[in-house]
């Protein structure tokens, strides 16, 4: 599977971002991490270019309930909504409900080890994404 | 003569004595013992690990050098550390109120916090400020609101820190102009600007402009505050943040005091006199889990510092040689699980800090993993300082740890380290040199994702986490909330600015910044001039981008 690994917005923490890039190119799936500071429309323009099953967004700065469904909206307008989005960071409980209802597959908060997102690529994202293949 | 009681022979025959028959019944609970950094630990240290240590030249005396004692002769006797807990949520009034409530709650100085947007130098009506104005921290994108701000609070009276970096020469001209307007001369006034943007493209990664652009106008800080605003602290050399994106302690100490060396590089070729900058340079650093070791390193970084002001830059002033260093406990080391248990690991790590000697020290709420501090939070942070300054004797007496067998080692040991980074950065050509090649960026890549296999594989324990996990967690304290109505808030005063102040003047004033940026004048009284025109900070920015460019980071992992 490619995968997208994506730091929306003016957020500038990235090391968990990368932690994750990294231990999923280790696991043997294509990577592209986008760097920093992505507009919305930048990471789904990146994520329909690269033909990518699934994209990962990362956000530590509070800006999760207005960024998250803004890219999975912008997939979707551009016929892409078959894309999973999951996404991380600094996100209190309260806010996964909502984003799950806006379309996040997933919502890892800190301290998730690395095998938790390999797991859930393979068991849930995989067969999905062979589907729509 | 030997003494028939004393047994002789040393570590030797203890070990073959008295421990080797001990570990063959009773094995360590583990093979190797390390750091949160991986440096191995020893089972005993003893005179012989000191050896080599030269009382005088190495550990010296309080206030004087090389300062591994402390910077002041009498350090926590004479005056506590600074309580000094860094605030920002939402809009001008609501951090106000924060500031407030932690000065009547006794902090001792006060420590801003902006928001994304400001810190990125955005104004909060940016489109890139969407969904992030006033929740990291307090947006600012005018004087008006730097004026709400500190309403009420005599900036002749308190100092300041503002965690500002790429756009600090204009929030810092904005502090200078409320300082004007409510008639306190600048040079009574005492504070610090972060100001620190090689750490930005090492870590941080909070930027605007390229390095050069971005060491001139810290140049212009430096030597504008030289004359015009003498007590201001112009940098804080920071290692927090190098040590957040995953750093060892090692690398935090040699990136840090790389930058520091670079900084006053830069001033020199400037054309000013070390001297005249130098004493008002401060850093900042971390406190980590690793009790000891951040002891050990606060201690190297003061020897280390005050050997390359005096050895490499010929500094003659003593003030120039000390180091002196705000502390902030480690964000990244606190769980979302458990949130309480939050609570003991700030009370270590800040122990770690005051034991340590800094001058000032922000302790990290138990929240913080989930929102900005609540207001029940932060007391608690402020009270484990309180606590720790009146209860638990620690202050009574100077660097109490100097001359333990262990931390004596172990701070030659991290010095050690800490000086074969900067070796090897001076043979690149210096830290921009560095920066440029990915050095630093790649170390700490690799040094969070070696910690995060650690953890994962069991190898490196963190409690509530990957050890005693509560099961079906339910978070039990409550979480503070940046209601949206702040953002639409905010742009409406934005707009209001913009509508009532005299438009001509702004554009004249920006026009004027940027002919100015192309020159090599110092840019603090154009910047000044645009703030007092109630220019916002991105009108500013972009004035000055149009000549600097903007920066864009080769990006690894």
């Known amino acids: ?133 | 003569m030997a003494d028939s009681k004393k047994p002789a022979g040393g570590r030797a025959r203890w070990e073959k004595e008295t421990l080797g028959p001990h570990i063959e019944k009773h094995p360590e609970r583990d093979v190797e013992f390390s750091t949160v950094s991986s440096l191995p630990i020893h089972r005993l240290y003893s005179p012989e690990d000191v050896e080599g240590l030269d009382f005088d030249n190495d550990i010296g005396w309080p206030g004087e050098f090389p300062y591994t004692r402390g910077v002041q002769p009498t350090m926590y006797r004479g005056r506590l550390w600074t309580m000094r807990m860094f605030a920002g949520l939402g809009a001008a009034e609501e951090t106000n109120a924060r500031f407030k409530y932690l000065l009547k709650q006794g902090q001792t100085g006060l420590s801003t916090a902006f928001d994304l947007p400001t810190l990125m130098g955005r104004d909060s009506d940016s489109p890139l400020a969407e969904g992030e104005v006033g929740k990291e921290g307090v947006a600012v994108s005018t004087l008006r609101d730097m004026e709400i701000l500190f309403d009420g609070i005599p900036l002749g009276e308190v100092s300041t820190s503002m965690t500002i970096n790429a756009p600090a020469a204009v929030i810092y001209a904005m502090y200078l102009a409320v300082a004007e307007k409510q008639g306190v001369p600048l040079k009574k006034l005492r504070g610090t600007i972060q100001n620190d943007i090689f750490k930005e493209y090492i870590a941080q990664k909070e930027w605007i402009y390229p390095p050069e652009p971005s060491v001139r106008l810290i140049v212009d800080t430096m030597e504008f505050s030289a004359k015009e605003v003498p007590q201001w602290n112009t940098i804080s050399i920071s290692g927090y943040h190098i040590r957040e994106a995953g750093s060892t302690a090692a690398q935090e100490l040699a990136f840090t005091l790389a930058d520091g060396i670079g900084y006053v590089q830069a001033g020199i070729e400037r054309g000013l006199g070390v001297d005249d900058f130098a004493p008002r340079l401060s850093y900042f650093f971390n406190s980590h889990n690793d009790f000891f070791e951040e002891i050990a390193k606060l201690r190297a970084a003061r020897r280390i510092w005050a050997r390359e002001l005096r050895g490499r830059f010929g500094a003659k002033d003593p003030r120039s040689w000390m180091l002196r260093t705000h502390v902030q406990t480690a964000g990244c080391s606190l769980t979302a699980q458990q949130p309480m248990n939050n609570i003991v690991r700030v009370a270590i790590q800040a122990l770690a800090a005051v034991l340590g000697g800094c001058q000032s020290l922000h302790t990290d709420s138990m929240d913080e993993t989930l929102c900005l501090p609540s207001e029940q939070a932060v007391t608690v942070a402020l009270r484990t300082q309180q606590i720790i300054a009146e209860e638990s004797g620690v202050a009574n007496t100077i660097d109490p740890l100097a001359g333990s067998y262990f931390v004596e080692s172990l701070t030659s040991e991290m010095e050690k380290q800490a000086l074969s980074y900067i070796r090897k950065i001076d043979d690149m050509g210096g830290i921009i040199k560095a920066i440029e090649r990915g050095f630093p960026q790649r170390e700490i890549a690799e040094a969070a994702y070696a910690y995060q296999k650690q953890v994962e594989e069991g190898r490196k324990t963190i409690v509530g986490v990957n050890k005693y996990v509560a099961e079906n967690e339910e978070v039990p304290i409550p979480l503070l909330k940046i209601p949206p109505e702040v953002e639409e808030r905010q742009r409406a005063r934005l707009a209001e600015v913009k509508r009532t102040r005299d438009g001509k003047a702004a554009l004249s004033a920006l026009h004027d910044l940027t002919a100015k940026a192309r020159t090599t004048e110092n840019l603090m009284p154009a910047i000044l001039d645009c703030v007092r025109a109630y220019c916002t900070l991105q009108e500013m920015g972009d004035a000055m981008k149009e000549v600097f460019g903007e920066y864009r980071e080769t990006s690894v992992f």
Do not use: C, W
């Not at chain 1, 329909?48 to 099953?53: G, R, S």
């Not at chain 1, 979707?76 to 799950?100: R, Y």
């Open chain 1, 1 to 133: 599977m490619r995968l997208l690994i994506g730091k929306v917005g003016l957020d500038g923490h990235d090391r968990g971002a990368k932690i994750i890039a990294r231990a999923l190119r280790d696991a043997g799936y294509e990577v592209i991490y986008t760097g920093l500071h992505q507009t919305a429309e930048q990471v789904a323009a990146t994520a329909i270019q690269e033909d990518v099953d699934a994209v990962g967004l990362s956000i530590l700065s509070g800006a999760h309930n207005t960024l998250f469904p803004k890219v999975i909206k912008l997939l979707s307008e551009k016929g892409a909504g078959d894309i999973v989005v999951f996404g991380g960071g600094i996100i209190p409980d309260d806010d996964i409900p909502g984003l799950l209802a806006a379309g996040v597959a997933k919502i890892f908060t800190p301290g998730t080890p690395t095998s938790d997102v390999i797991k859930f690529l393979e068991e849930e994202v995989a067969p999905k994404r062979a589907n729509a293949r």
